[in-house]
């Protein structure tokens, strides 16, 4: 099932999810929804709370960006290293509409989380792939990408994000 997703200007998205500690079909089904929607969307990630769920989950599609690309659920994701190396990339969000920036990440991070079972995982990526695993956990601790952004670059963009704002207060 494909779910709303929730815009800027939702309180959900700056609040932080919960740790997930049961781990059954509720779960499952809320990750194959979650799944459904962010390819509806036409994203590459989707957390829980930008489809108003306050659990530490988040779905990626990484078929974009490497050649044995996968579909991945991350429950209670944890960045564990980050490289000093950086990169600047443009970035967008499903819940941020229309709205795209430069974002300072690293080049490479060490993911520490649990699969659906909630078994431990650890996954090494890079580049594009980090760069989402990165926007994805910070959507888990209430931070968007435009958080990263400096005031200035902020303030350029201030009408657009007026704009969503005032639409998800409707």
Not at 16 to 27: H, N, P, Y
Not at 93 to 100: A, K
Request: charged share 30%; glycine share 8%; net charge negative.
């Amino acid at each position: 099932m494909v779910l709303e997703i929730r815009k800027y200007g939702d309180p959900v998205l700056r609040q932080r999810a919960e740790t997930v500690t049961v781990f059954d079909e509720k779960l499952a089904r809320l990750a194959a929804d979650m799944m459904a929607t962010m390819e509806a969307a036409n994203g590459v990630g989707l957390a829980g709370n930008q489809v108003g769920v306050l659990k530490q989950i988040f779905v990626a599609d990484t078929a974009s960006f490497e050649l044995t690309g996968r579909k991945l659920v991350v429950v209670n994701p944890e960045i564990v290293f980050r490289s000093s190396d950086e990169v600047v990339e443009e970035e967008g969000c499903l819940s941020i509409p229309g709205v795209y920036a430069e974002v300072r990440r690293p080049k490479k991070i060490k993911l520490a989380g649990q699969n659906l079972k909630g078994e431990k995982m650890e996954l090494d990526a890079e580049e594009m792939i980090a760069r989402v695993f990165c926007h994805e956990t910070d959507h888990l601790n209430g931070v968007l990408f435009i958080d990263h952004l400096s005031a200035l670059e902020r303030d350029l963009l201030k009408g657009k994000l007026s704009e969503l704002k005032k639409k998800a207060a409707l």
